[in-house]
């Protein structure tokens, strides 16, 4: 009897370190689970902060950094801006730029004001009734600034732009990728409102709109879409600069 009541204590404590090391193995798996999510999401969000986020539209996006680059913060623009644009064949208009409904885009059209990027470039597409598009220094619809921003319109998680593409309102080009636009933009000639949501309206020609209803007047022959839209003679910006108030 003494040696089974030994026996029963002995597999008992035996059972009770079991269970122990079976307890603490969980909370050292656990441990381990919890660390490494943490570094994943460390990962994620700790190297670069975009200016952009896919929200309700509320608490606009005001600074851009990326950490990682090693660039110091930027504090994105956030009153309108006027843009002037002085044709090759002497004409003018001025744009006003809105801030309040696509920030990121108009910050992006600035800055390449600024650069001079869009001295000497032209209106490669002109469609009666429709719209003119430029911005693209190949004059082919496919360049860009080599520079993309997310689309800041309602069908891609910002609701926060509201602008709708009536005559004179400047809106940015892109291909089907929502996020692809980068220095290309269009003029609309006539109330456009089919596009609202999809494309980020982010400004309106606020003097000289006939300078634009004068490129309808340039020859132009069909380009691959079956539009008559190409000019036959460019139609250039000569210098495009920031109004100083």
Not at 14 to 29: E, I, L, P, Q
Not at 94 to 107: D, G, H
Not at 114 to 139: I, K, L, N
Request: proline share 3%; aromatic share 8%; charged share 20%.
């Amino acid at each position: 009897m003494a040696n089974n009541k030994n026996s029963n204590k002995k597999a008992t404590a035996r059972k009770k370190k079991a269970s122990g090391g079976a307890v603490w193995g969980t909370v050292a798996a656990v441990a381990v689970i919890v660390l490494v999510c943490a570094v994943l999401v460390i990962g994620i969000t700790g190297g670069k902060k975009t200016s952009f986020t896919s929200s309700n539209g509320e608490n606009p996006v005001t600074e851009s950094t990326n950490k990682a680059d090693g660039k110091e913060d930027k504090t994105m623009i956030q009153e309108n801006v006027k843009v002037a644009v002085e044709m090759e064949n002497g004409g003018e208009f001025v744009l006003e730029l809105y801030p309040e409904y696509a920030p990121q885009t108009v910050q992006n059209f600035v800055d390449l004001v600024t650069d001079g990027f869009y001295d000497g470039v032209g209106f490669h597409r002109v469609v009666e009734g429709f719209m003119a598009q430029g911005g693209d220094p190949e004059g082919t619809g496919m360049g860009g600034s080599g520079v993309e921003i997310p689309g800041e319109f309602a069908a891609n998680g910002f609701a926060q732009n509201t602008l709708s593409h009536t005559r004179g309102v400047i809106s940015m080009a892109r291909s089907q990728d929502p996020d692809s636009a980068s220095s290309q933009f269009f003029i609309c000639y006539d109330d456009v409102s089919f596009l609202d949501g999809n494309y980020a309206a982010f400004g309106k020609v606020i003097e000289g709109m006939e300078v634009v209803d004068a490129f309808l007047d340039v020859e132009r022959s069909y380009n691959s879409m079956g539009e008559l839209a190409s000019p036959v003679k460019p139609i250039t910006m000569k210098k495009v600069t920031i109004v100083e108030d």
